[in-house]
């Protein structure tokens, strides 16, 4: 059907700073912000819903809120330290907060006086870090909630005449807010919307066209993930003819698509997760502590996504005074120790043609070499893995990534190759393998069918 705000291209971009972020395939997302400084308490109370939704929780009204600014003093924030943690952590890219659903702007915003400059020690704390980053040449994408608890304009739905022109007003407001943004930081990569899921907003598709348009206009080249965009018919990620708007699907929260769905290599995409099950911001509640996963559960999620040509966005959530939790510098111990030397099987890597789902683990392949990566992340009681060949493919040879060292395998027919994996190997266990397309007309390789 003729749309006039559908989808604004066709297909994958490809130009440079797109396949930059497809390569860079690991972000570090950061919601930071009034929320981190009560973590999930109010009163005394523990709400172990996500503390970034504590004003619902807790029924707290937007003056209450409000009152929280006086208390973002953040004496631990030092963003350079921040920027460090991301680069050994091992990620390409960070997305971060620069105004949540509670309206705060962590930018000192002309068009409010709800921001950071209101704070104790009134730091532009977008402005920092995007310097911060940028200068260990980590890419900064903004993340903007369209969704405002606290500004006056905001409305869920149109229902009179009212209504409209309050959330035309405040529509008007978010746009201003965005050339803000993007005239102050130019050197940002991208903007990851939120909050967008409403009916007053649904019902403004011309404003999310005009809105993508604009930041690619004031930043050639900008990414803008799926959740901005709303066509005129209030169909979201995809337009009403199902082609994907934005630059990448942006619909996998907390999870990630099942890793023998190859339906979603169609397209770039990126799946967010938290460490705890359900809190972006810092939570210090002891049952939402109780829920964090394990760092090689969030690894996996990794190799997994890279697996189905997506990217993973991996939450921290820094504490009000600006300084991590012991549990999440594991987290970046563990995922950035292993990537240091295993990388090679995530950057730059995506699916690999031919190669189903094993089950033991994943299969990557290097974009530019097609080079194929065997990663094990589950070890078969029987102490090997099998390997189903694509049709006319043989392995010459398997290297260990970590350390170099060619590993032997047995061919057991010519679909089927196999590796003992020790049981003591350090999991993921990741193997490059060198193949080659085999000549039907060539001698098969010796098998051994008792392997
Ligand atoms: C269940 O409804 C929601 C609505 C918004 C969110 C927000 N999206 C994540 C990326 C976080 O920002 C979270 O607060 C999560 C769940």
């Known amino acids: ?19 930059r972020f497809r390569h860079d395939r690991f972000g570090q997302f950061i919601h930071w912000g009034l929320y981190s400084i009560p973590a999930g308490s109010w009163n005394g109370v523990t ?22 600014v006086d208390d973002f003093a953040a004496p631990e924030f030092d963003p350079e330290a921040w920027a460090s943690l991301a680069a050994d952590l091992g990620a390409r890219y960070v997305t971060v907060t620069a105004k949540h659903h509670d309206g705060f702007c962590l930018w000192p915003s002309s068009l409010t006086d709800f921001t950071v400059a209101a704070t104790p020690r009134g730091r532009d704390v977008i402005g920092e870090l995007v310097h911060a980053y940028t200068a260990r040449g980590i890419a900064v994408h903004l993340y903007y909630s369209v969704l405002d608890w606290h500004h006056p304009d905001w409305r869920y739905a149109i229902s009179s005449s009212q209504d409209e022109e309050a959330f035309d007003r405040y529509l008007s ?38 809105i993508e348009c604009m930041l690619k206009r004031l930043i050639p080249g900008a990414i803008v993930n799926s959740r901005l965009r709303a066509d005129e018919h209030g169909a979201r990620h995809r337009d009403s003819n199902g082609a994907l708007m934005g630059d990448y699907f942006s619909g996998f929260e907390r999870r990630l698509p099942d890793p023998w769905d190859r339906t979603v290599t169609a397209e770039d995409w990126e799946a967010c997760v938290t460490i705890p099950q359900n809190s972006w911001g810092y939570h210090a509640g002891a049952e939402v502590a109780r829920t964090h996963k394990h760092p090689l559960e969030l690894l996996e999620q990794l190799v997994q996504a890279v697996s189905l040509g997506g990217n993973l966005l991996l939450n921290f959530g820094p504490r009000g005074d600006g300084s991590f939790a012991p549990f999440e510098k594991d987290v970046v111990h563990t995922l950035g120790a292993w990537l240091e030397t295993n990388g090679a099987c995530i950057y730059g890597c995506g699916p690999a043609d031919g190669w189903d789902y094993p089950g033991w683990g994943y299969y990557t392949a290097d974009a530019e070499t097609g080079a194929v990566y065997a990663v094990v992340t589950r070890i078969p009681v029987s102490g090997a893995i099998a390997l189903q060949l694509p049709e006319r493919t043989r392995v010459r040879n398997a290297t260990a990534v970590a350390t170099g060292r060619p590993v032997p395998f047995a061919v057991r027919d010519d679909r089927t190759v196999r590796f003992e994996v020790d049981r003591a190997s350090v999991i993921p266990l990741a193997f490059a393998l060198e193949v080659e397309q085999r000549d039907d007309t060539a001698e098969q390789p010796e098998v051994n069918p008792d392997l």
């Open 1 to 19: 059907m003729p749309l006039m705000y559908g989808a604004q291209s066709e297909g994958r971009r490809d130009d440079e700073t797109m396949r």
């Open 47 to 68: 709400y172990d819903y996500a503390a970034e939704f504590l004003p619902q929780s807790a029924g707290i009204g937007p003056a209450r809120w409000a009152g929280l």
């Open 173 to 210: 407001y978010a746009g201003e807010q965005l050339r803000e943004l993007a005239t102050r930081y130019p050197n940002v990569r991208g903007f990851w919307f939120d909050g967008t899921w409403d009916e007053s907003v649904k019902a403004n598709g011309r404003w999310s066209w005009e």
